[in-house]
């Protein structure tokens, strides 16, 4: 009779990390799913544009100036957003919560530009077929910045509070910044269909 080899997995971790959780899964899910849907998005987008005589559709092209601002706001967030991952995956708690406060900062200063940018586009949502898919695409992408900036400023709290210095917390604050970065190469063809595709 042979002998039971018995494992002790006690000192294990409880939650696993990266690619060994299932959140990290379900977020890539999720962005595959979304990006399929901005994908439709943009494919309407020159659906109709090459149905269209002329392009806009009664308005002039969009100012630039919002959109491009907020374009290199996003680019700018790169940085910090891959050090908040960066310590997470190193669990320094003190430079993760400043890191946090950091991006909600900069996750919340896109939807004040997107005020701006909605003007900016010299046409309502339900003026004509232009005007409605370009307020769909920003639409779409300013949902997913309030989602980011949401699920940001649970996890400072959470990253504040006894629950801070949990193993858990820290593969949750990469799965979000690895769904800031998501967001960030969204918005990069949005912005090329919506400010520079009229202009052609």
Not at 113 to 120: G, T
Not at 133 to 152: E, P, S
Not at 159 to 165: A, T
Not at 173 to 188: G, M, P, R, S, T
Request: glycine share 6%.
């Amino acid at each position: 009779m042979k002998e039971r080899v018995v494992l002790d997995v006690s000192k294990l971790p409880m939650h696993g990390m990266g690619i060994a959780s299932p959140a990290w899964w379900g977020t890539c899910a999720f962005m595959l799913i979304e990006g399929s849907g901005f994908a439709l998005a943009i494919a309407i987008y020159f659906y109709l544009f090459s149905l269209a005589p002329k392009w806009p559709i009664d308005a002039p092209s969009p100012d630039l100036f919002a959109g491009t601002v907020l374009t290199l706001l996003l680019l700018a967030s790169i940085v910090p957003n891959f050090l908040v991952s960066r310590w997470a995956k190193a669990r320094a708690l003190a430079k993760v919560r400043i890191g946090l406060i950091v991006m909600s900062l900069l996750e919340a200063a896109p939807l004040a530009l997107r005020i701006f940018e909605f003007p900016a586009m010299h046409v309502s949502w339900d003026e004509n077929a232009y005007g409605s898919i370009v307020w769909t695409l920003l639409g779409l992408h300013t949902a997913h910045i309030i989602t980011d900036l949401i699920d940001t400023l649970v996890l400072t709290c959470l990253m504040f509070s006894r629950h801070g210095d949990n193993t858990r917390r820290y593969g949750d604050v990469e799965d979000n910044a690895l769904y800031w970065n998501f967001v960030i190469v969204a918005w990069l063809p949005l912005y090329v269909c919506i400010y520079w595709v009229p202009r052609l």
